[in-house]
């Protein structure tokens, strides 16, 4: 079955580590995005990728970055310089067509203390 | 920009009640319309889309007509089950950069 995975479901963190969420997916889909969630909050876009090789900053992109080397995966990384890193990190795909819906992962629990 | 309004939650309903979940938009362009669900300590899934005025979106027993001259986006379900108990959001997407806006999602919580 295709679809995306993020690993691993729970993650916990010491202050001042930096930690790498992984997001995989096998939907053949253009475009990735990653975002952040907080309770009672919306979805907050962090960084998306429309193509290999190429990203841009979302709206909270300050203390993350990114890598698009490969179709399949978009591994995001929590540096250091994130204040409040602890919240529940969302990968998605789409084909890139306005007409066409996200897939999501399942997330990842990002605990640091 | 483009936005999503979603009504403020919690929503709370006895098993079998009817549900409506308000959802209006301000878009440049054409958007499509999404719901999205999310179950407790997992990803967002959709629930159902409408990509033109006028379209009716349905899944699982829930709809959502595409009101162009509203700019609404109202979900709806006649009977509501307690596996229905989820946060709901509400999206649009009007191409382009292909960034989704999304609302703030509404929490529904339905008693046996």
């Known amino acids: 079955d295709g679809g995306i995975t993020q690993s691993p479901k729970y993650l916990f963190r010491k202050e001042g580590q930096n930690v790498t969420l992984s997001c995989e997916q096998n939907?053949?889909?253009?475009?990735m995005y990653w975002y952040r969630q907080d309770p009672g909050q919306g979805l907050r876009l962090i960084y998306y990728?429309?193509?290999?090789?190429?990203?841009q900053k979302g709206d909270i992109a300050e203390g993350y970055s990114v890598s698009r080397e490969k179709k399949e995966s978009f591994p995001l990384t929590v540096t250091s310089a994130q204040k409040n890193p602890t919240a529940f990190y969302l990968c998605?795909?789409?084909?890139?067509?306005?007409?066409?819906?996200?897939?999501f992962g399942p997330g990842t629990r990002l605990t640091v203390t | 920009g483009d936005s999503v309004t979603q009504m403020e939650g919690p929503v709370t309903l006895s098993e079998e009640a009817f549900l409506t979940i308000n959802c209006t938009y301000t878009?440049?362009?054409?958007?499509?319309l999404f719901w999205y669900v999310q179950y407790p300590g997992e990803g967002l899934q959709l629930l159902l889309k409408?990509?033109?005025?006028?379209d009716k979106g349905s899944n699982k027993g829930f709809e959502a007509t595409y009101r162009k001259e509203t700019t609404s986006f109202h979900l709806e379900k006649g009977s509501v089950q307690v596996s229905d108990s989820a946060v709901y959001f509400c999206?649009?997407?009007?191409?382009?950069?292909?960034?989704?806006?999304f609302g703030r999602g509404t929490s529904l919580i339905v008693h046996p």
């Open positions: 999206a649009l997407e009007t191409g382009g950069s292909y960034i989704p806006t």
């Open positions: 998605a795909s789409s084909i890139g067509d306005r007409t066409y819906e996200q897939y």
């Open positions: 990728s429309q193509i290999v090789n190429d990203f």
């Open positions: 409408a990509t033109k005025a006028d």
């Open positions: 878009a440049t362009g054409y958007p499509s």
């Open positions: 939907l053949n889909h253009d475009a």
